[in-house]
């Protein structure tokens, strides 16, 4: 008798959460949103290049593999090691507040449905607190 673990069972049956918010197209409007704010922000937009589509499309790429799409970022970038690709950038608190209200703001612009809503602003909350390399600057008193 063929016996399947049920962990194994729920992982091949249930569709990935990029199966269902609508693939690729959705994930293109979520960084488009995200990016469009990122370029109006007056503490983020320094951190970022000049040229903001190579980031652009790495991020696209990133984010169609994390939630269950092909796997193209790893071809391109190699392995994501998110927080080593940050260490160039001074992010504190304060910088990972504004880059998560702008992802999660661009998840509803982008129309993201529940319960995959819920799943994916869960892994952006954790995800960037993890990106967090900088202590508050503490003025002397
Ligand atoms: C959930 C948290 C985050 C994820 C999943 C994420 C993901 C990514 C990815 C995939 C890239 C492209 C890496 C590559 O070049 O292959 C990237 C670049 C970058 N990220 Fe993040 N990031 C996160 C949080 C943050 C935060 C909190 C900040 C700053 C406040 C930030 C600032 C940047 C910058 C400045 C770049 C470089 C963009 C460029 O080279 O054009 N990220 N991020």
Redesign the pocket.
Known sequence: MCRVKPTQLEMSDRPSIYEQIGGAATIRRIVDRFYARVERDPL?RP???A??E???E??F???CQ?FGGPDD?NRL?GH?R?RM??AP?P?DQV??D???AH?LAALDEAGVPEPARTAMHR??E???T???NQAPLIEPS
């Open positions: 983020l951190m970022f290049p040229d903001l190579p980031g652009k790495h991020q790429l990133f984010l994390y970022y970038r994501p998110l690709r940050h950038f992010i910088a990972r504004a880059w998560l992802m892994y952006f954790q995800a960037s993890a990106m967090i």
